[in-house]
Each structure stands twice: as structure tokens, then as C-alpha cells.
């Protein structure tokens, strides 16, 4: 008899004597070894998992693959249990023939289908009849898996490699497991598919040889194109195949009511087959409660006692009622039952195996409450346990049953406490309730989550499913967290950091150590720090080896005797290309080989000489360079090569076959040379042709103006004279003599009777004060304008050229700066 349903008493034993029970002998905690990718991980739920390096030869070999016998062991625990009483009947499969035909016909070619229904279709129980029909398919049989709860196909494949091949105290690597898989030839039914996407194209590229038949609804992410999956949709029943389906359920056939009934509800249900189960319930239920079951007074007694007895005719349930009927359900079963549905309600929805509802309930009969509350379809398997069924929970919340969730998870919780840390419970069976287990660490209080996680954790390791093991540890942690127990606190961190080196997460992995080693020196926890440190050892170790494999590389300018040791072909002359040598020397590692072609010529000698050369890595990169093919001619050639306009695309030519050695890049140096020297002599040759064209240029016809340089000397007016005095009598332009150029050091005044433009200046000039003009001076007539005179305070700075004109505009050009000034001139 299972422990949980309890055992007889010794006093009750037949022929056993009033003794006093004998004292249970101590168990030993639980200590399991497993071997996980390069380490061996030994589980102590006591200090912690120890992790060590696989010794030599430990390494098992490839593992097999189960046989016929252990493959239909292995089929047989994937289904749901089989329920304590009376074997219930199975229900046909109704109107799926073309379906199930299809089905059959694309997996024997080994196509992947995707079959698409709403949650109450009917997918599961077409899942089973294909797996009778395709037993013989595969190599590897048919392998049925749950998707429910995966997002990711890691863990999926960690359970196909398990379901397959005889391994049940190894967990491959990444690399290991993707071999394994990928040589697997099986039928896949994945039943409650979560994923799709770029996750479901990994898991159909890891396993090229499987054929899978995925179930999912019609809101899951859907395979990208490339998948190539073939798409089937699952609809509802017909009229005709509603009314067989609910006779069949009722046992019995319809009456006109209850046909015009059905019809109302297959149109408003769109004739999903789950509602014609609830309503076939409901009308069994009906003519329960009617007095029309012969047999109702041969049921066993205990089981319906509690059910009030009316000796009105209960009326048919309305439409509203049909369409969701978990309430009026629940109020017409047994009180163990509602608090099955109370507990699962509490656990998200996930209800206990059923072994575990006596202590959960209360009840010693509440285990036969799961083939009630199945067979009035509240319940839908899932894998190998059992779910409440599409929208009960959201019809049994707002009822109430909903209220004492957080009594029921606490409840939950003490007792998978207690179930999961006893030495006699089989890793195995924790891991089939892993998802009630993960309920009720959601939600129990931070005291019964700490237990819960403390013992369930070795149980979820030793099993190999470590998706559930990594989500208590961080559930674990963050409830121990908010209790202050820092020593349960430093245990999860410790496990989470061995799970990510069993993993290859290095960075994960210290954290989650040097986060334990740090709570555990607080706690002076001398035991558990020194397997904490041994840990952070073997994650500095992995680091240094993975640096090890690629190492960095520096690059450095070749030098002379490397550069000579290397062998490298010339370049066929006029090949209008350069080459650039890059020394790549590794930080450490053993020395290269040397090089397999024989040295030639003078660099052999070079190679003899430099025996380090051959330790380095020589890489020739070939530089395009835009030149001439011989070497300039003429001066335009020159400046050309000099100051290209615009860059031109080397000229192609065929190489010469020069056995020689390349030319001298003497050649090219003085070639440069003599073309940089030519190019000063043209620009010199350039400047004095300009300067001597400016002095022989005539004079412009007018306009006095003074162009000067931006520096310029500016010396004191003499007083006397200024712009504004009259200016003298005009005389005949044509006696004056022609203008000169002005030599250096002296100034050009400008002609008479012509007013001098002035060049602005951005900032202002002082103005020399001037005397006060005498009263008894006459006042000649101002038709002309003032006329500037010369003053012997102006000065001129040499300019690269000097050019006077004739009108008064005097052009300072030589070697220097120049500046005319004068009175009433100024100049910028």
C-alpha cells in the first residue's frame, strides 16, 4: 500500500499481538551522483551539490537505445494514471475519420504537422488513435512529450534524449545532446505546444530524422515558412455527430426537449466536443436527482450521501448554464470533490495526483474524486497528470472557490515539504508532479516556500529536470530573502551557481558562488565556503581553459631579421603594387611549425641566422599604388606624379618574368628627389615671370588709388598740411612730366588736381590735430576738391612689385610690405 493512503496498524494486523510500534529507523538523507558534461555532481541535500572534474576513464561510453519491451514500459508512463475504482469508459473518436487519415498519411512520409484546434476540440484523444496507428512508423517508435510550460527546446530535447536512450544518471552537454538527437528517428506527438518560431525551428533542426504532430491552439505563435510544416485544423462536430456523441455519453435516448436542447447548444458551443461532455453530465446529473436511474440505490455508499434529494422534477439547465457549466457541476458533486476543485483552484489550476488528496482533503475516499470530476469533464489530462479543463477555473473563481487559495497553497506546500524530502519517495515521482510542486511554492507564504524549495530541490536535481530544479532555486532564494534566512539563502545561490557551471554559463556561475561564499563566510559556515571555493576553482579553471583554446593575438611591425626569415615571392615589376608585412605573435602556445617551402637565395641565410622567425606568423597584405610605369621626362610629368588632380586607376600590364631579385627602391627615391627639385625651379621660374610682367604693364588710363599690403608703418603727419586745406591753383596736365616709379624709401604723391581714394579699414585711425585755419588766408575756389600733398613723413615699405601710374595710384610690389601714406590718405 503507498505510504500516503497510510498503513495498517500493527495492533490491527490479524494474529499480531498489543504491542507498542517499534521506533523508525533513521534514513539516511538522499545522496545521488550523476554525471553532468565534463563533471560529476554529487546531490547532498544536506551542504550543498559538490561538483568535480570527470576523472579518466569514469567517461561511460554511447549510450543504447531501449528496446520494444522498454519502449512500451516507457509509453505506458507517459500516460495519466490509471484512476482507483472502475475502469472508465472509453469514448469513441466521432467524425475525425478524414482528420486521423491525413494524419497518418503525412507522418508516414515523415512530414511535421501542425494540428491547430480550440482548447475542447477533441486534439488529445486524436493524438491517441494516431499513436495506435503509427506504432510501426518509426525506428524508435512513437515518443509522446507535453509541451505545456516549454518556451524553449532545450529542456524538450533533454527529454527526448532520455525517453529514447538508456541514460538515467547522465545529462549530456549541448554538443552531446544535439548528436544524440539528431539520430533519433521517431514519431513525435507534442501535446499543449506553447512555442513556435525561431524555437520550434531549432527543435525541427536538432531532430532532422523525427516526425512530429504538434497540438496547439489557434492563439500559439505559429512555425515560420521555412519550417516546411503542413497545417491541419481541427473544427467542431456536426449536428448529427453531437446528438450521437451526448446519447452516447447518456446512455440512453434523447427526448424532444433535450434534442431541441442540444441543438441550441452545439450552435452556441460551435460544436466543440468538451461541452457535450459537461452537458451529457449535466443530464445524468439530471435524472440522478429525478429518481429515473434504476440503479441509484446500488451505488456505493459514502460517495453521494451528502447529495440533497428534491422530489421536484429539476427542470433541463438553461443555455446560459450549459455553456458554462462548472458551477452547477460543482454544486452536484461529491463534498470531496469541491475540495479537490478547491485545491486545484489554490494551485493555478493544476491538480495533485490523486494518492495526494486524501491528505490534502481530508478525506480517505477523496482519491476517487478525480474519476468524478473526469468524467463530468472539469478535468483534461495533461501529460501524466491531470488540469482543470479550459475556463473552469475563471467559472469556479467567480463562485468562490477562489477564496481560500492562500489556505489551500499553504496546505499544499506543508505536504510537499514533507512527501519531497522522504528518503523513500522516487526522484522520478517528485519530478511528475514538478508543476503542482512549482504551484505551490508560488503560492504558499515565505516560511512553507523556503521548506518547500529546501527539499524539493535535491529531488528536481537527482531527477535530471532541471528547468523545474533552476525555478525553485530562484524562488527559493528570493523567499528566503524576504524571511532573512540567510543560510537557506546562501544553499540556493550555491546550487544555482554548480547548475550554471553544469551548464557552461561561466558568468552566471561566479556570481551565483561568490554571492554564496560571501553569506556563507558571514554565517562563519566554514564547510559550505570551502565547497563554495572548490566551485569558484573549477569556473577559474573553465575561464582559463576557454582563453587557452583562442588566445589574443598582437600584431607588431616586422623586424629585420623576421622579416628576412620569411620567406615571400617578389612582385612582378611594374606590377603597381606595394606590399605591407603584419607579424601576428600570439601571447602563449607552443611554437609553429616552420615553413614547408624551402628558402631560396639570401634569405636563407637570414632564416639561419633568426631561428625565432619561424615562431611567427607572417601575413602579406598586397597595397595597390597609383604610379607611373618609367620615370618622368619632362616637367609636366613631374608636377603631374607631384600634384595629381584626381586619382586614376593603376594602368594593367602583363608582369615580366624577372627571375631576379625586385628592383632597387634606390631608384625611385632619387627619381622623387630630382622631380621635387625640377618642381621649386618651375615655381621660382613662375614667381619672377609674374613679377617682371607686373613692371613692364602700362599705366591705367585713371582713378587714383593706393593699393597697399595689410602691414603697413604708420608715422607722424607733419603739421601744416592736411586734407582739408585748399588746394593750390590747377595747372596743365599735359606739362607735367610722366610719373616715376618711386624708389625704396621714398613716397609716390599723387597727381594734382585728382582727389586719392582711400582704402577702408576695419578699425579707426587717429587723426593728427589739426591748427586752426587763419581767418586772412584767401579761400581758393573749391571746384576740384582738396589735393593731396606729399609729405616728407611718408614711407614705403618694399613690396614684391612697385608700379606708380600716372593718375596717382601707386602699386607696392617687392620682396617686402608696402605702405604709401600721406595726408589724407589712409591706408589698410
Known sequence: MDRIQGQAHPEAQPGGAAALPAPAPVVPARVVTLTAADFTLTVNPVDGSEIEPLRPGTRTGRPAKRDAAARSARDAAARPPVLPGAPAT???????????????????????????????????????????????????????????????????????????????????????????????????????????????????????????????????????????????????????????????????????????????????????PLRFVQAAALLRQRDELNHTDEAD????????????????????????????????????????????????????????????????????????????????????????????????????????????????????????????????????????????????????????????????????????HWEAWERVLRAGAEAARKAGEVAEQAYFHHELGVLALCEGRLDRARAELETSIGLRGALADKRGTVAGRRALALVADREAAEVAVSPPLRLEPPAASSAAGATTPALPRGSGASEAVTVARPVAGPPARPLARPVVGSAASSAASAPSAASEAVTRVVVPVTRRQEPPTTLSEVFEDAFPLSPKPAPV???????????????????????????????????????????????PAQGPAVSTSPTRTAAPTAPGTSGNDPAPEPTDPAAAPPPESPAPGETAAPAPGRTPSRTPSRRPQPTAPQPPASSSAPVPPTSAGPTPTESPSASVVPSPTATATGTGTATATATGTGTATGPGTTGS
Open 90 to 272: 472509453a469514448r469513441p473518436l466521432r467524425a475525425r475519420e478524414e482528420e486521423l487519415e491525413r494524419l497518418v498519411r503525412l507522418l508516414g512520409r515523415g512530414r511535421s504537422v501542425r494540428l491547430t484546434g480550440p482548447a475542447g476540440s477533441g486534439r488529445s484523444a486524436l493524438l491517441d488513435a494516431v499513436a495506435a496507428q503509427c506504432a510501426g512508423v518509426a525506428p524508435d517508435g512513437v515518443v509522446r512529450l507535453s509541451g505545456y510550460g516549454h518556451q524553449q527546446p532545450a529542456e524538450l530535447l533533454h527529454t527526448l534524449y532520455a525517453t529514447v536512450y538508456e541514460a538515467s544518471d547522465a545529462r549530456p552537454d549541448r554538443i552531446e545532446l544535439l548528436a544524440r538527437v539528431r539520430a533519433i528517428g521517431a514519431v513525435v506527438l507534442l501535446d499543449d505546444l506553447e512555442m513556435g518560431g525561431a524555437a520550434l525551428d531549432e527543435l525541427l533542426r536538432a531532430t532532422p530524422e523525427c516526425a512530429y504532430l504538434l497540438a496547439a491552439t489557434p492563439d500559439t505563435r505559429a512555425p515560420s515558412d521555412d519550417s516546411h510544416v503542413e497545417e491541419v485544423f481541427l473544427g467542431g462536430l456536426g449536428k448529427n455527430d453531437c446528438m450521437e456523441l451526448l446519447e452516447a455519453a447518456v446512455g440512453r435516448a434523447l427526448t424532444e426537449a433535450e434534442t431541441a436542447w442540444a441543438s441550441d447548444l452545439r450552435f452556441a458551443s460551435e460544436g466543440l
Open 297 to 464: 440505490d446500488d451505488e456505493e455508499p459514502g460517495v453521494f450521501e451528502e447529495r440533497p434529494r428534491d422530489t421536484a422534477e429539476v427542470p433541463l439547465p438553461t443555455l446560459a448554464e450549459a455553456a458554462a457549466p462548472a458551477e452547477l457541476l460543482a454544486s452536484r458533486v461529491s463534498e470531496s470533490a469541491r475540495a479537490a476543485l478547491r485545491i486545484a483552484c489554490a494551485l493555478g489550476g493544476e491538480l495533485p495526483h490523486h494518492a495526494h488528496l486524501p491528505a490534502l482533503v481530508g478525506d480517505t475516499h477523496a482519491d476517487s474524486a478525480v474519476a468524478e470530476l473526469l468524467d463530468c469533464g472539469l478535468l483534461t489530462p495533461v501529460g501524466t497528470r491531470y488540469r482543470l479543463a479550459s475556463g473552469v477555473a475563471r467559472q469556479l473563481e467567480e463562485v468562490g472557490y477562489g477564496d481560500t487559495a492562500a489556505e489551500g497553497a499553504r496546505t499544499a506546500a506543508r505536504h510537499y515539504a514533507w512527501w519531497t524530502g522522504h528518503a523513500s519517495v522516487n526522484p522520478q515521482r517528485v519530478a511528475a508532479e514538478a508543476d503542482a510542486v512549482l504551484a505551490a511554492l508560488g503560492g504558499a507564504d515565505v516560511v512553507a516556500a523556503v521548506l518547500l524549495a529546501r527539499t524539493a530541490a535535491p529531488a528536481f536535481a537527482a531527477s535530471l
Open 653 to 699: 600590364t602583363v608582369p615580366e618574368p624577372v627571375a631576379g631579385p625586385a628592383p632597387d627602391s634606390g631608384r625611385r627615391r632619387r627619381a622623387m628627389l630630382v622631380g621635387a627639385g625640377a618642381l621649386a625651379v618651375v615655381a621660382l621660374g613662375t614667381v619672377v615671370s609674374l613679377a617682371l610682367a607686373s613692371s613692364d604693364a602700362p599705366p
